[in-house]
């Protein structure tokens, strides 16, 4: 021990953290903003000193990486093991640490209970994003069994007092909630088998009186596919921390000798200037360590999904109709939603025969896809291939395929069950089913894939917990099947926004956001999603007239304009639009793509709630251009609306104000609209002073453009 570093410090630009190594383990001694050189370590170990207290222990057991019960820790142990010896008391020393530039490896070991403990910590070097994964092995001959392992337990400072979390169901996502961080634990946890609507695995906490424009804040995000638990604890003795690991079932994970098992990543980000920009850290690390291509590499094409337009009613000369009917909208992408295997009228039969159905399409998909390319759009086609219904030729061959539990019915969900996929043979016809039709029709360059159940009774084929091992086995086929057609994409979808993560990121290329096409609804969604994820992502659909989910009836104009915000598309039955919303389409899909370099490339600046508007812009990097939304929600109660103020410009650039959207207006009375277009006006006077907004009819999107002269 000696020998090790006393301390650690990781730095860039933008944060600074600090780890503490005096102690058996390494605990996170500091983590905010960046200290300069002549404030050393050792001057904050000083300052951290603790005295004994009443009635309490003479040291208190540290708040480390990973806490566990060895160290004697009262608050939630980051670790949980059990063996035949005494393996739950683990305790263990540091033996290394490995320093790289901005990425550390801590390893310690036990080697009374012969078990290893690594942690790694890197800094990103251009954003504060900081990640952190933790690995537990067993070096001994008795077997180990992982109740829990988590990616990194952070202490925060106590001023930090506020936790943002985001809850919901379907199709109402990302829903945010503020309350106070009280004493005792604030604990989420999601056993659905998938990311889930109502437990999204990430939370923010700020103090009192940060913004989105100022203030400090620290975001977390666990990178899991399923099963997660996190938590934020205030212990008795005043000290708080966060902690993110994946749940397991009991027995999920039992370690022979020489095995191992690595935690989900933990992602955390801070920002000392407002919520925004600690959105844009996220933003800015996605796009440059996660994403395949980029707003430059290849623009993200408008998307044409068919689900909405007809559902299951598939025929040919129909769907050929709906590609004549988009494309000259500015259509890029024909996506074939649900509707096209063998035996699929509706949604009680043929999930798992993943053969194109010779009854609806007796010359399979090479006519309709031949049309949609001569159109000159890209085709994309649908799969849930995770499901298998009990009425299909698969689940009758091969019943024990699916996940159970031996004398447990299955719960009803959607009239299907969930295949088990640490089956080799399940995964083996999975990838050759696919894989056959990416090879007939090689034309396809684009796979929706869907998942659209809980995970009710994950027992595998040996009657064992299966969760940890089924997301293991979903990232490689996905995976796999890129391999095998390079270049295709491929979108995450569970429901809408059910399984949205940095676990499923890496493998695939954007979300379907929110089964919800509402564009009301779909302004709080995505300004939720928004706090970690970009725009580029964020499958986000023009909906018909009126939603089929809520049943409002809500303008094109609007219905456009929240739209134009994400991965823009149209799900619609076209051919019910009148003349004004074609041309109206066609407008904003042009807007779109004028201005998506900005939308999925620029930052990020969200304006406050007022609980009546939800209204954001994006700034290019060089602060040259930007594009600005107000969306009015609810009518004020005043006679006019507050002032916009715009947002992340800079103060000594002279910029000319446009109004892009929309083209026409229905006003009152005249206006600051007649007043303001094509004006120059200075960075400081549209961010200080503002803009009067005009007297509007709620449920109004106005969009401006903003250009440095």
């Known amino acids: 021990m000696s020998s090790l570093p006393t301390f650690i410090k990781l730095s860039n630009e933008k944060t600074t953290l600090i780890f503490d190594c005096q102690g058996r ?20 170990g000083i300052l951290s000193t603790r005295q004994e207290a009443k009635c309490a222990p003479v040291i208190e057991p540290p708040i480390s990486l990973v806490p566990t019960h060895g160290e004697g820790v009262t608050g939630s142990p980051g670790l949980q093991v059990h063996g035949s010896k005494d393996q739950w008391s683990a305790g263990f020393e540091l033996t290394a640490i490995e320093q790289d530039g901005l990425s550390v490896v801590f390893k310690a070991s036990d080697n009374n209970r012969e078990l290893t403990l690594i942690t790694k910590v890197t800094l990103d070097a251009d954003t504060s994003v900081v990640s952190y994964q933790s690995t537990v092995q067993n070096d001994g001959s008795d077997k180990v069994n992982v109740n829990f392992l988590n990616a990194a337990s952070i202490p925060l400072s106590s001023h930090v007092d506020t936790i943002r979390s985001f809850e919901g169901r379907w199709s109402s996502e990302f829903v945010t909630s503020d309350q106070e961080w009280n004493f005792g634990s604030y604990v989420r946890e999601n056993r659905r088998g998938k990311t889930s609507h109502d437990t999204f695995p990430g939370l923010i906490t700020f103090p009192k ?42 027995g999920e994970v039992s370690l022979a000798e020489g095995e191992s098992y690595t935690s989900p990543v933990l992602y955390s980000g801070y920002a000392s200037e407002g919520l925004s920009l600690l959105s844009q850290e996220f933003h800015n690390y996605i796009r440059a360590n996660i994403l395949t291509h980029s707003a430059e590499s290849k623009p993200r094409p408008v998307h044409y999904n068919t689900w909405e337009g007809i559902y299951f009613d598939h025929d040919v000369d129909t769907l050929k109709t709906l590609a004549d009917k988009v494309a000259p909208l500015g259509i890029e992408r024909f996506v074939l939603d649900d509707g096209w295997f063998k035996g699929r009228r509706h949604d009680h039969a043929g999930l798992g025969d993943w053969f194109v159905d010779e009854a609806i399409y007796p010359d399979g998909l090479d006519p309709l ?134 676990g499923i990121l890496p493998h695939t290329d954007r979300f379907w956001t929110s089964d919800s096409n509402d564009a009301l609804d779909r302004l709080y969604i995505q300004r939720g999603f928004s706090f970690f994820f970009p725009s580029e992502v964020m499958g986000a659909h023009v909906g018909p007239r009126d939603c089929h989910i809520t049943g409002r009836n809500l303008s094109i104009e609007l219905r456009s304009a929240v739209a134009m915000f994400g991965h823009m598309g149209i799900e619609m039955d076209p051919r019910e639009l009148t003349d004004h919303e074609q041309e109206t389409l066609k407008e904003a899909i042009a807007l779109y793509k004028a201005h998506r370099h900005i939308t999925h490339g620029g930052d990020l600046f969200r304006m406050d709630d007022d609980g009546l508007n939800v209204n954001f812009g994006y700034v290019s990097k060089d602060k040259s251009e930007a594009l600005f939304a107000y969306n009015s929600v609810k009518e004020t109660t005043r006679t006019t609306p507050n002032k916009f103020q715009f947002v992340g410009l800079d103060p000594n650039k002279s910029y000319t104000l446009s109004r892009v959207w929309p083209n026409t207006l229905k006003e009152y009375s005249p206006s600051i609209l007649q007043k303001t277009d094509g004006q120059v006006f200075t960075g400081e006077a549209l961010m200080r002073f503002g803009m009067q907004l005009p007297v509007l009819f709620p449920q109004t999107s106005l969009i401006y453009s903003v250009k440095a002269v």
């Open 369 to 502: 896809i031949d049309h949609v390319t001569g159109l000159g759009m890209e085709f994309g086609i649908w799969f849930e291939p995770e499901m298998v219904n009990p009425d299909s030729d698969l689940f009758r061959a091969h019943p024990e395929w699916a996940l159970q539990t031996n004398n447990n019915p299955h719960v009803p969900f959607r009239h299907q069950y969930v295949l088990d996929l640490t089956n080799p043979e399940v995964v083996e016809y999975l990838y050759k089913v696919i894989t056959d039709i990416l090879t007939a029709y090689p034309k396809i360059s684009y796979i929706k894939w869907d998942m659209n159940r809980d995970v009710n009774h994950p027992g595998n084929l040996d009657g064992q917990p299966a969760m940890h091992g089924q997301m293991q086995a979903l990232y490689e086929l996905i995976d796999r099947v890129k391999a095998a057609r390079p270049g295709i994409e491929i979108e995450s979808c569970c429901s809408g926004g059910g399984r949205v993560d940095l």
């Open 25 to 44: 383990m390494p605990s996170l001694m500091y983590y905010g903003a960046v200290l300069n050189d002549a404030t050393t370590p050792a001057m904050l």
């Open 209 to 250: 009186g940060t913004t989105e424009q100022q203030g400090e804040c620290y975001g977390f995000h666990l990178g899991a596919s399923a099963n997660h638990s996190i938590r934020a604890d205030l212990m008795a003795d005043g000290r708080r921390y966060v902690q993110f690991g994946e749940l397991l079932f009991p």
